[in-house]
């Protein structure tokens, strides 16, 4: 069975902190697959991040980067000098294989201040 | 239209009204998804449709009823619902298969409410 758990339930923060969402997560595949997507209060579901199970790589995207280490089945994703428009319910999933329903974490709310 | 669209973005209904949830993809995926989302809970996947094909229904009450005509389009009619369905229905697509990475794209959601 596959699981996701983001221990953070909600995070407070002052813009232009830096914020880290912690992802950890269970499979018995080999190959595997991780996201993570961002909820604002609109509603939807916006893709940010796949990441392939062989591919440790970290990986930074402007303001975002993301830490995978599969020695601690960790998937954890870091915002840099946040800003309000941050503020957001941020999932992380994982996928076993291209066949495969995405598995959920209970998902983190992130509050940045002005 | 781009991406994947959900029609209302809002509904009120009474528990003996009959609605229906409409979802469109515009992405050319092959698997569709109806969750469920409540305020203070997880998200809740309660059908995929892969192929047009149901392939899970994860235990939702027969009052909740999907229809997939086509790949691309996806519903979810609803009937004599209760209080406690009113939640956000999310939709999603994915391309699914041996090289793909499921990724999934969801649309804006429709917010429910039961009165």
């Known amino acids: 069975a596959q699981k996701v758990t983001q221990a953070q339930t909600e995070i407070s923060v002052v813009e232009k902190e830096d914020v880290t969402l912690d992802c950890v997560y269970e499979?018995?595949?080999?190959?595997?697959?991780l996201f993570w997507y961002k909820q604002p209060p609109s509603g939807e579901l916006v893709f940010l991040i796949r990441?392939?199970?062989?591919?440790?790589q970290n990986e930074i995207s402007g303001r975002y980067s993301w830490n995978f280490q599969k020695s601690t089945s960790s998937f954890n994703f870091t915002i840099t000098a946040s800003q309000v428009v941050d503020s957001a319910v941020y999932f992380c999933a994982l996928s076993a294989s291209g066949y495969s329903t995405l598995t959920f974490g209970k998902g983190t709310m992130l509050l940045v201040s002005p | 239209e781009t991406g994947v669209t959900q029609t209302p973005r809002h509904l009120v209904m009474g528990m003996t009204n009959k609605k229906s949830l409409k979802c469109e993809q515009h992405l050319g995926h092959n698997a569709m998804y109806w969750y469920k989302q409540s305020a203070k809970k997880p998200l809740e996947l309660m059908f995929v449709?892969?192929?047009?094909?149901?392939?899970e229904n994860n235990s939702v009450p027969s009052r909740f009823s999907p229809e997939c005509p086509n790949s691309s389009h996806l519903f979810l009619h609803l009937h004599t619902l209760q209080p406690e369905d009113s939640a956000l229905y999310l939709c999603?697509?994915?391309?699914?298969?041996?090289?793909?990475?499921?990724?999934?794209?969801f649309g804006p959601g429709t917010r429910l409410t039961v009165l």
């Open positions: 999603a697509s994915s391309q699914v298969g041996l090289d793909s990475y499921n990724e999934q794209f």
């Open positions: 499979t018995r595949d080999t190959t595997y697959y």
């Open positions: 449709y892969n192929f047009k094909e149901q392939t």
């Open positions: 990441r392939n199970s062989f591919d440790e």
